[in-house]
């Protein structure tokens, strides 16, 4: 029988990590290379917790709600993390070496692994990002009880404020890439998912300029102490185990190797 509280007393004691990008850097892939390590408990690409669900929950906004039914808004918002097939975007539906495969997570074991790790626990931002963590953890099949870093791909830099009230001695990851390279990808991307006419607007061109030159700044005034990782680095097998060093997690030969 599953002891969910030992296995959420876990949850609350891992080592955290977040990763916030600089735009067009690299980060879902840099994501890839941990999301099968045993020892790491993360999601399906970036999840936007904070400040676009937490904040903007209209269960949240109520003031009073249950925990079943903030998980609910929480799987119809994030359906397309929760079963693959449905992103489109980023290409999960054609995971696989066939191309044929996705992630499919039983919808009602998710949510019912969720809340009985939260039983007994507050209905907060922390607790609740954890057991839904958790519980996609456990419906991978994966062991919680080897898990030693909670990695969460924040994705933009406006979650930061606010993730690190629920985890102030959080580690930051930042990840950055050759400014050319930014930029170029950065102005193919709007060209192709913009549905506007004007994707090569004014507007657009300053803030992909504005986004190369900040790079990782936007983290200084919360922490000092930060990594800024580069696209072109990740396949240094010594980046990558001082990575893991740092992280507090063992090395592994598959992180040379994209999942994604």
């Not at 066939?98 to 007994?120: A, G, P, R, V």
């Not at 994705?155 to 930051?172: M, Q, V």
Request: glycine share 6%; proline share 3%; net charge negative.
């Amino acid at each position: 029988m599953t002891n969910y509280k030992a296995l959420m007393d876990r949850l609350l004691g891992l080592t955290a990590c977040a990763l916030f990008p600089t735009g067009r850097t690299g980060s879902d892939f840099f994501q890839s290379l941990l999301d099968s390590h045993p020892e790491v408990l993360t999601f399906n690409g970036h999840i936007r917790f904070h400040h676009y669900f937490w904040e903007q929950s209209v269960c949240v906004a109520a003031g009073s709600f249950t925990a079943t039914d903030v998980i609910d808004e929480f799987i119809g918002k994030h359906i397309h993390n929760l079963k693959s097939r449905y992103d489109v975007f980023e290409r999960k539906d054609q995971l696989g070496e066939d191309y044929n495969q996705s992630i499919d997570i039983d919808l009602d074991i998710f949510k019912s692994d969720t809340l009985k790790l939260l039983e007994d626990q507050e209905i907060n931002s922390r607790n609740v990002l954890l057991a839904l963590y958790g519980a996609y953890a456990l419906g991978l099949g994966q062991d919680l009880e080897q898990k030693k870093l909670f990695f969460h791909h924040a994705h933009a830099f406006l979650d930061l404020p606010l993730y690190l009230k629920d985890f102030p001695e959080s580690k930051i990851i930042c990840t950055t890439r050759d400014p050319r390279a930014t930029f170029v990808s950065g102005i193919e991307h709007h060209r192709d998912h913009n549905f506007r006419t004007d994707t090569d607007d004014g507007r657009w061109l300053t803030h992909t300029i504005t986004r190369i030159l900040e790079d990782a700044t936007p983290v200084e005034p919360y922490r000092k102490d930060y990594k800024v990782i580069r696209l072109e680095d990740l396949g240094q097998e010594e980046i990558l185990k001082a990575l893991c060093e740092w992280l507090g997690i063992s090395f592994k030969e598959s992180l040379t190797r994209s999942t994604w």
